[in-house]
């Protein structure tokens, strides 16, 4: 919090939800074998960290991973589920990465569905692919702010 650079409220962070939620994750031949259907095949996920003072904006670095790892740029990517812990946290990772608002957070983002901590991770991951399934949309990132600077990102294909 700098008062003289701006200031987070509740107005605009993400409130605190109660919330539970689980995702059912295994390899495409075990879920064959169990006679299950996948919904999407993870094609990266990274980690990465920036300077504690730029909290939130962990996500960029890992975003920049993640794609090299999959052998993509965000162009290629249809939908983003950006995780939105403060609105200017998520407008900084957006304006960082030069992401299409249109594709990012299309059924809002934690500022309207919830902020449960301890779920978001799922949270973003089922809102994200759900999205991706309504839209016929193959390729989508899934990306979380992690306290003290923190950043993890996950690509998903769609089956």
């Keep these: 919090f700098m ?7 509740a ?3 993400s409130p605190l939800n109660d919330g539970a939620a689980a995702m059912l994750i295994m390899s495409e031949d075990k879920a064959n074998t169990l006679g299950l259907t996948p ?3 993870v094609r990266a996920t990274a980690v990465a960290g920036v300077e504690p003072a730029v909290m939130g904006t962990g996500p960029v670095p890992a975003t920049h991973k993640a794609l090299e790892r999959a052998g993509l ?3 290629d990517i ?3 589920e950006l995780n939105e812990a403060f609105a200017a946290q998520a407008l900084a990772c957006m304006r960082m990465l030069d992401a299409d608002p249109a594709k990012v957070n299309v059924h809002g983002g934690a500022l309207a569905i919830g902020h449960p ?5 799922a949270r973003i991951a089922t809102t994200l692919l759900h999205a991706m399934q309504q839209q ?7 990306t979380m702010c992690i306290g ?3 950043g993890i990102a996950t690509v998903f294909e769609r089956i």
């Design 11 to 13: 107005g605009n962070s």
């Design 136 to 142: 016929d949309a193959t390729l989508g990132l899934a």
């Design 148 to 150: 003290v600077g923190q």
């Design 78 to 80: 249809d939908l983003i």
């Design 3 to 9: 008062p003289k650079l701006g200031t987070v409220t």
């Design 73 to 75: 740029t965000l162009d």
């Design 117 to 121: 901590l301890g779920a978001s991770g």
């Design 39 to 41: 919904v999407a095949r």
